[in-house]
């Protein structure tokens, strides 16, 4: 296993309700990353982080905004949670950039 | 735009037999070529990658192919075993262009059959 913890697994909640998701790694990886699963589309990246404070946007990110105040946690939070963000959420970290990813299991997210 | 293009939503091979798993791509500034594999409920696990200034990596069971020119990169499973059911993403990046993420294919579903 890669060391990477993702938090909370499953949740349910409603349209317009803030959600934080919560990616923890115990490998000291300088890159981190959020991700998106939905049916038909593979996996898209939200956001990435290439050192604590250090984040930028990647293709999906309108909606999200992230956080990384330590090198270990990587925070994704949805300010006002809408029904097509219904989805899986992936992070993943990286060592260095000639170095693959790792992935974490994943959030089940549900907007209802 | 899909700039990483898996055609094949699905494919059954027999237990022992060779399986071939196609990915193409369109942007010619990516460098670096990944496939992962995916279980139900997991997130992807990391199985072979390749850089562009390489046509063939191999690892055990699994070999990469890379033709530039095509723009194309196949994985070969050989022998497949039951345990290679499980659906494979093709990933692409620029290495150059920094800490920027994967770019994905939308999966292939490989069915391994007794």
């Known amino acids: 296993d890669a060391g990477i913890t993702q938090s909370p697994r499953h949740k349910v909640t409603e349209t317009g309700t803030p959600v934080t998701l919560r990616c923890h790694q115990t490998?000291?990886?300088?890159?981190m990353y959020w991700y998106r699963q939905d049916p038909g589309h593979g996996l898209r990246l939200i956001h990435y982080?290439?050192?604590?404070?250090?984040?930028d946007k990647g293709e999906v990110s309108d909606g999200y905004s992230v956080s990384r105040s330590k090198t270990e946690d990587f925070l994704l939070t949805l300010e006002s949670a809408t029904s097509s963000q219904t989805s899986v959420y992936f992070c993943?970290?990286?060592?260095?950039?000639?170095?693959?990813?790792?992935f974490g299991d994943g959030t089940r997210l549900s907007i209802l | 735009d899909q700039q990483v293009k898996q055609n094949s939503p699905s494919l059954s091979v027999q237990e022992g037999r060779i399986s071939i798993l196609n990915c193409d791509y369109t942007?010619?500034?990516?460098?670096?070529f990944l496939w992962y594999k995916k279980y139900p409920a997991e997130g992807p696990t990391f199985l072979i990658s390749?850089?562009?200034?390489?046509d063939k990596n191999e690892d055990g069971r699994f070999t990469v192919f890379l033709n530039k020119s095509a723009k194309h990169l196949s994985l070969h499973i050989v022998p497949s075993q039951p345990g290679d059911s499980a659906v494979y993403f093709c990933a692409a990046s620029e290495q150059g262009g920094g800490a920027d993420g994967l770019t994905f294919g939308k999966g292939t579903h490989l069915i391994i059959q007794p």
């Open positions: 390749i850089s562009s200034i390489k």
């Open positions: 982080s290439y050192g604590v404070k250090d984040t």
């Open positions: 490998e000291n990886h300088r890159y």
């Open positions: 942007n010619s500034m990516f460098d670096y």
């Open positions: 993943a970290i990286r060592r260095e950039r000639d170095q693959p990813q790792h």
